[in-house]
């Protein structure tokens, strides 16, 4: 790792994103004095118990794995252009702030929380560490990232994306989860069957493992064909699909979660009148606890990253939290690689919950779910839209009986398309509604979705911070609350600006003798202080020398540039590497008997 040098600035864009989210959840709480009403002290740094000089945001991304996961899909590590890691820590900070409310609110005495931007980017790339770490990797073989690219820093191939381009220079992200309707969309589009589904099990795994190695015969036949054509294939079959534009910019800009309170407050604010069901627990000491939601319990029915992570950020909180899961268990448990005998990617969600098992097809499966949820602080799920209300399973199904349940739905695109029907709710087209498939980019690469589940995480952590937001006002009013949030609210808070940036090759990972480097902000500022230390060039430009890394090893370039007074960060390429580097030591978990994986600690150090 790099020596340290200099006291790096604070980052900012974290401090920016945790203000904005306490100030909205202020808004929900009375305006009196109390336990829990102060404000509570946060701490956001840069590498938090990463021992190592992070300087800034893409330092972040470099040490931490973002750059791998993220530019898996074109040939070699690749930063985001946006400041995903700050943003991510910003909601931690925020939920770290939250949660010592609601601490304080029910007699906990805890006063300060620290978190850091590293911490936030290791918990953005846990199942990607899970999977890479995972002990028993049996089962069929998962489509791999593309090999390492051996050209220049510039040479980024695309056959890993799953972005598809027209005969109308158009580009598309399409989504299905059906296997039937994707064979007839490339069916529509003269591809023969069997040569559709050799598409289908890259195009699903690619939420799993970052790239999309589609067979190049349906990219061609998507090139034949105009956008009015595919968007005729995948109106006919039920696949959603997107046109990926170039502008950063939100198509909107919602509120990072929207509360609504339950309308009456009930006497005494401890049970409701009519039931036998209790209200919220008392504001009392909480002997022996040591988390801020000690004694809380939350019931999730999620599938996928979004639901799942906001109950794991609950859990790291402290609550207890309990899955409803199909008969015979939910079918992400086996999907590869394995970690003893369930998902290494699964288990990094959700290990820890207690399950049950309920039929929601089947009156008696609801009627457990509404058992569950009426002795529960918090019920939580990521369901389709209408799904909840044909169960009888709505918000205003569950809160007459227990007013002081919060009630959290984390959808795909919440109510952005308005009375139209929106497309399938996952990551990658909320990437491409928000704008984010273009800021994630710089201007010389295409606009495409990142295929690190970007919107999932961070949808995720503001459900999770949205359950917090309610948790403190039901502490301050008695009274529940439901909380919407989505993929794309989520998305709405990184910053962008308003058009894509330029980079030259000193802005990407640099190769070396034997891995990358990514320069630190003084070096890519001044490049020629950087070309200074290459031997043997004049005063040409930056690109036609980067290839001079390649002479040097990493430890060597990173000890040269420090005698400089520059300072530049080793790329990690290798994410079994953290399980096992003292760097890392306070920060991930190696794997052990329970897991069988490797994972990120709490993000959070409270006292």
């Not at 040569?195 to 999309?212: D, I, K, Y």
């Amino acid at each position: 790792m790099t020596p340290h040098l200099r006291a790096a600035a604070r980052p900012a864009v974290a401090a920016t994103i945790a203000g904005r989210l306490l100030r909205h959840a202020a808004r929900d709480l009375p305006e009196t004095r109390g336990p829990g009403r102060d404000t509570p002290r946060y701490t956001v740094d840069w590498a938090g118990p990463v021992g190592a000089d992070l300087p800034d945001e893409r330092a972040v991304q470099a040490a931490c794995g973002l750059m791998e996961v993220h530019g898996r899909a074109t040939g070699g590590p690749l930063p985001l252009a946006v400041d995903y890691a700050s943003v991510v820590a910003g909601v931690l900070a925020a939920q770290g702030a939250t949660a010592l409310r609601v601490a304080r609110a029910r007699g906990l005495d805890l006063r300060e929380v620290r978190t850091s931007v590293a911490q936030g980017a290791l918990l953005a790339v846990g199942q990607y560490l899970a999977a890479e770490t995972a002990r028993d990797n049996s089962g069929p073989p998962e489509p791999d990232a593309p090999a390492p690219s051996t050209a220049g820093p510039d040479a980024l191939p695309t056959g890993g994306l799953a972005t598809l381009e027209t005969s109308d220079d158009a580009r598309v992200e399409v989504e299905t989860l059906d296997p039937l309707a994707w064979r007839e969309f490339w069916v529509r589009l003269g591809v023969v069957p069997a040569l559709a589904g050799r598409g289908w099990l890259p195009f699903q795994q690619r939420f799993a493992t970052a790239v999309c190695p589609l067979p190049d015969e349906l990219r061609r036949a998507a090139r034949r064909r105009t956008l009015a054509e595919l968007r005729a294939a995948a109106h006919h079959t039920g696949v959603s699909l997107l046109t990926v534009g170039s502008d950063p910019a939100p198509a909107v800009r919602p509120a990072a979660w929207c509360l609504t309170p339950v309308p009456a407050p009930f006497p005494g604010a401890r049970g409701h009148p009519d039931t036998a069901v209790r209200g919220p627990r008392p504001a009392v000491p909480l002997s022996g606890a040591v988390l801020p939601l000690t004694g809380l319990r939350v019931v999730e029915s999620t599938r996928r990253v979004q639901g799942p992570l906001a109950g794991h950020v609950l859990r790291m909180l402290g609550a207890e939290v309990v899955r409803i899961e199909p008969p015979g268990g939910d079918p992400m448990r086996w999907l590869p690689p394995l970690a003893g005998d369930c998902s290494a990617r699964f288990s990094a969600l959700n290990a820890g919950k207690p399950v049950i098992e309920a039929d929601l097809t089947a009156a008696r499966g609801r009627d457990t779910v509404r058992a569950l949820a009426a002795e529960a602080d918090v019920f939580l799920h990521n369901w389709a839209p209408g799904k909840a209300s044909r169960l009888g399973l709505d918000a205003t199904d569950l809160l007459p009986g227990h007013p002081a349940l919060v009630y959290a739905w984390a959808s795909g695109f919440g109510d952005a398309f308005g009375d139209r029907p929106p497309p399938l709710g996952t990551d990658y087209l909320a990437q491409v509604h928000s704008g984010l498939a273009a800021a994630a980019r710089p201007a010389d690469q295409p606009p495409a979705p990142s295929l690190m589940t970007l919107t999932d995480v961070l949808g995720g952590l503001v459900c999770a911070q949205g359950v917090l937001a309610a948790l403190a006002a039901r502490e301050a009013t008695g009274r529940g609350s439901r909380v919407d949030s989505s993929l794309v609210s989520a998305a709405a808070l990184v910053p962008r600006p308003a058009h894509r940036p330029r980079w030259t090759a000193l802005d990407r990972p640099l190769r070396t003798a034997d891995g990358h480097l990514y320069l630190g902000p003084e070096a890519r500022a001044c490049p020629e202080a950087v070309l200074r230390l290459l031997d043997g060039v004049g005063p040409t430009a930056a690109e036609d020398h980067t290839a001079r890394f390649a002479r040097r090893t990493t430890e060597q370039w990173t000890a040269r540039l420090a005698e400089a007074g520059l300072t530049a960060t080793p790329v990690l390429t290798d994410l079994t590497a953290p399980a096992r580097d003292p760097a890392f030591r306070a920060a991930v978990a190696p794997p052990d008997p329970s897991t069988g994986h490797a994972r990120p600690y709490a993000p959070w150090e409270f006292a």
